[in-house]
């Protein structure tokens, strides 16, 4: 049937037809049977198709939908009106290392999850033929090569890095030894992961020049081949923590990312009190405390700053001046002050008794008196990040709490490298910048450090050790080796689905 | 809701009232919601893409033509949105099952032709299925939708065309 006739069928069905058309239509099914049965069989699809537009249940959507969208937008406007209110707490210690925690838990899965992916590279290649054999033939004679034309856009800089640190890297035994154990190729399997490397988030963190620096620096060098490093990673509690659904949740959990994404935090993370503040050997010593963990795993703590108490204390004008007063005397004489004490919540916490070890401990009364501590407190920053509400929501969330209540977490913070690196300003910047917290709270991200795969490679002891190898760092360190990653022809090429075949 | 009332909260919205433009999401959050969750075919990417739709909204209402149709605006933006999302993270290898479930106050024998086409409409290449949810779910015209897919009204009834001649196979078949 000719195609004007059926289109006049179908918009008369449809209601489009103007009244000439419809007259038309009336015509052709008169005179024409196949029209009328084609006719008929669009009527009865049309009208089955609108009984199930009817009898369809919409799939409500989440009522958490409406609360995020207005909260980014609230964020947004916020963002750029760019209020600053100078606020401190007392408690604000506490908080200040609930702060390191989190950034450290995310920053030691981007960098298992980084290495993983290199290594799964790197065992992609030895299974794939040299660069040279990459391109096949046409019908299977040699006369024209087909060459991929995402592999010739990678620059011969980049290519080069194989005869070097490559080398020496696939020649580790416990490199080889991993490989062979199958885990790399079980993972570089996983749609999770094939999904993480496709991604632009991926991408923009590799690509960023602060993820590269920091990866480059000897200080992470340090931090990967430090045998306590090797230690958490190697851990079972470790594992079980970051594959954990609690672990996923949390860093999937919009005010998580919205934490990450907070001007305040990125402030607090570049500002120099900070910095020294984390490599300072008093904050060390405190958060080895198991008191410290215990202390920020509790609902009280939670209960505390998500108060209103809290929150009128942080905002009142004179409390910056009050607490970098050492006239304490002052302090106590704030209206606020005194509300957040007689609150129900601050006396829960103090009288819990974790608390009560906590202050016990000449850790805690060290750190208290440490110039560097002093100092963050009496930063903007430090104070802004404390009172933004996306901080509020996230100590609150239970998932929080069990990350904070890990031994582990509190042994890596208390090496003396990984300090040096959170104190050093690639780290701070890579912090500070959009890429990292796009990446950590992609959904993709959390996926794959879930999924079962990427915990049996990561419990695997050979890819531990391997971290922990010369060979594994000196690549790592090399500015070849960051180039290939920052690379958009080479992100193309691994992303592309013949990749993990 | 008409299309004044509309207007005006959108006016409203436009000088910062954020009250007003919560109306608008309530008015369209679910049906935005159905229309990703049949492109995507999972809940979470499509709740997440449902949000970012809303917050593109806001972020560029100022760009909205009071000549348009503010639904056909905003399911413009969800369908570039859910495509976007679709080149960028391959979901749809991540299918949820039962995405859209049939009431239950019908009798068997409807419940299980719906169900058969519901099924049908899953095998649809991914321009025929937006077509059809557009057309029959959301009851657009075909200038509506030739404004939302950006294409040619001519180009709309043949792949509505060619999607319902799909369906109709498909039932007859199975």
Redesign the interface.
């Known amino acids: 049937m000719e195609k004007k006739y ?2 006049l069928i ?2 008369e069905i ?1 209601n ?1 037809n103007s009244l000439d058309a419809s007259k038309s239509f009336r015509e052709l099914i008169n005179k024409n049977s196949k029209a009328k049965d084609l006719m008929l ?2 009527k009865s ?2 009208d ?6 009817e ?8 009522t ?3 609360k ?3 909260t ?3 964020l ?2 916020k963002n750029k009106k760019q209020t600053i209110s100078q606020t401190k707490t007392i408690n604000g210690d506490i908080m200040a290392k609930s702060n390191n925690k989190i950034t450290m838990s995310n920053f030691i899965s981007a960098a298992i999850g980084a290495a993983a992916m290199y290594l799964i590279l790197f065992a992609s290649n030895i299974e794939q033929p040299s660069t040279n054999e990459i391109s096949g033939t046409i019908g299977g004679d040699p006369v024209e090569r087909a060459v991929r034309y995402r592999a010739t856009q990678v620059t011969q800089a980049d290519i080069t890095l194989e005869n070097q640190e490559m080398q020496q890297l696939l020649q580790d035994k416990t490199f080889m030894d991993l490989v062979e154990s199958g885990e790399l190729t079980n993972l570089s399997q996983n ?1 999770s992961f ?2 993480l490397m ?3 988030d991926f991408f923009q963190l590799f690509a960023s020049p602060n993820f590269n620096q920091m990866i480059a620096s000897p200080d992470f060098a340090q931090l990967m081949a430090n045998p306590e490093f090797a230690q958490l990673m190697s851990s079972p509690n470790f594992s079980e923590l970051i594959t954990s659904p609690s672990f996923a949740e949390l860093t999937s959990s919009p005010s998580f990312a919205e934490l990450l994404a907070a001007p305040e935090f990125a402030q607090l993370m570049v500002s120099p009190e900070f910095a020294m503040l984390a490599a300072s050997p008093d904050f060390a010593r405190l958060t080895t405390n198991p008191s410290f963990s215990e202390l920020l795993a509790s609902p009280n703590f939670a209960k505390l700053v998500t108060g209103p108490e809290f929150a009128q204390l942080m905002s009142s004008p004179n409390f910056a001046e009050l607490a970098a007063s050492p006239e304490f005397a002052e302090l106590t004489s704030s209206p606020n002050f005194a509300q957040l004490l007689a609150s129900p919540e601050f006396a829960e916490l103090t009288s819990s008794p974790s608390f009560a070890r906590l202050v016990s401990t000449p850790d805690f009364a060290q750190l208290m008196t440490s110039p560097n501590f002093t100092q963050l407190m009496a930063g903007p920053n430090f104070a802004q990040l404390i009172s933004s509400p996306n901080f509020s929501r996230l100590v609150s969330s239970p998932n929080f709490r069990q990350l904070m209540a890990s031994p582990n977490f509190t042994e890596l913070i208390a090496s003396p490298n990984f300090t040096e690196l959170m104190a050093g300003p690639n780290f701070a910047q890579l912090m500070a910048g959009p890429d990292f917290a796009q990446l950590i709270s992609s ?2 991200f959390s996926r794959l450090v879930s999924s079962p795969d990427f915990a049996r490679l990561i419990s695997t002891p050979n890819f531990v050790q391997l971290l922990a190898s010369p060979s594994f760092n000196e690549l790592m360190a090399s500015p070849n080796f960051n180039r290939l990653m920052a690379n958009p022809n080479f992100h193309n090429l691994i992303s592309g689905p013949e990749s993990f075949k | 809701m008409n299309q004044s009332i509309i207007h005006n909260l959108i006016r409203k919205s436009l000088n910062g009232d954020l009250k007003s433009f919560e109306v608008l999401i309530d008015e369209y959050q679910d049906q935005i919601f159905r229309l990703i969750l049949g492109i995507l075919k999972n809940h979470a990417t499509s709740q997440e893409i449902t949000q970012d739709v809303f917050i593109k909204s806001w972020k560029h209402l100022h760009k909205y033509d009071f000549e348009y149709n503010f639904k056909s605006w905003l399911f413009k933006i969800a369908v570039n949105e859910s495509l976007n999302a679709l080149k960028k993270t391959r979901i749809f290898e991540e299918y949820d099952e039962n995405i859209h479930v049939i009431e239950s106050d019908i009798d068997d024998i409807d419940t299980l032709r719906l169900n058969k086409l519901n099924l049908a409409i899953t095998k649809l290449s991914q321009n025929q299925r937006i077509i059809i949810q557009l057309k029959h779910f959301e009851n657009f015209t075909y200038k509506e939708i030739s404004q939302i897919l950006n294409v040619s009204e001519k180009t709309v009834k043949s792949r509505l065309y060619s999607a319902r001649m799909v369906l109709k196979d498909y039932v007859k078949e199975n």
């Open positions: 059926i289109q179908q918009s449809d489009e069989d669009i699809l049309v089955e198709l609108s009984y199930l537009g009898k369809l249940l919409i799939s409500k959507s989440s958490e939908i409406k995020n969208i207005i980014a937008i609230e947004d406007s749609e094939v999904q496709a991604s632009p959904p993709n």
